[in-house]
């Protein structure tokens, strides 16, 4: 009984508790869970009727547990792509998460080994990863961007910068963000909140606080987190 619909271009956040179904729904939209009843089209096709690398090429995913690649910089974001990433591409993604002045920090630039197995690697903060992360997945040509608590494992002032981080993020993209810290939901179109598998409320920030539902309660509960005044 999980009934909802997304359209091209817009920015979406799906919360919840813990346990109540976000990471499912992310991991049936790519058919990782292929044994569902109902259907999920994907412009008016059953998205078991794609071939699997078809679906790969609509999403590009970040998770709780990105992976952390002992590569160079440069290497570690253009992973993400099926095609060789130009330095153009590659700088504009560096724009956009913010990372140029990182990059050239490096000692070797964007071409430094990142982790310390290879020879001469450098050791880099969690957040520095997170945006890498990011960064990867804007190097995919894929339409769909999920974040699956993409910040989960931040500090909140790291987790703060990411989020401000979003309309670049989102640019080009219909971005989905799966979170149960509100932080980033005011920045979406639409508001999707899951409970126990279900779509309790769906609306924006403004009307589902309005709606004093259960958005409201967690919203409230939240918001020290964030210091938000409003």
């Not at 974001?77 to 990182?102: N, P």
């Not at 190097?139 to 309309?167: G, K, M, Q, V, W």
Request: negative net charge.
């Amino acid at each position: 009984n999980c009934n909802l619909k997304i359209e091209k271009g817009k920015h979406y956040a799906f919360v919840g508790i813990n346990g109540a179904g976000k990471t499912t729904i992310a991991k049936l939209f790519s058919l990782l869970y292929d044994d569902y009843e109902g259907e999920i089209i994907i412009n008016g096709k059953e998205l078991r009727e794609y071939d699997y690398s078809e679906i790969k090429g609509f999403f590009s995913y970040v998770f709780q547990d990105f992976a952390k690649y002992y590569i160079s910089m440069r290497d570690n974001i253009a992973i993400g792509s099926s095609f060789t990433v130009e330095e153009t591409a590659l700088r504009s993604v560096l724009s956009r998460m913010d990372m140029i002045d990182f990059a050239e920090r490096l000692p070797e630039g964007i071409d430094t080994n990142l982790g310390k197995i290879r020879p001469n690697g450098v050791n880099i903060s969690g957040g520095e990863w997170q945006r890498i992360a990011i960064s990867r997945a804007l190097c995919s040509d894929a339409p769909i961007l999920i974040l699956d608590e993409p910040t989960a494992a931040l500090d909140p002032i790291s987790e703060s910068n990411i989020y401000s981080l979003f309309t670049s993020i989102s640019k080009e993209k219909t971005t989905i963000v799966i979170t149960h810290r509100l932080g980033a939901a005011r920045m979406a179109d639409k508001i999707f909140v899951i409970n126990n598998g279900c779509v309790e409320e769906s609306d924006s920030h403004a009307e589902l606080m309005a709606a004093g539902g259960l958005y409201a309660e967690m919203f409230e509960s939240q918001r020290s987190w964030y210091n938000e005044q409003g």
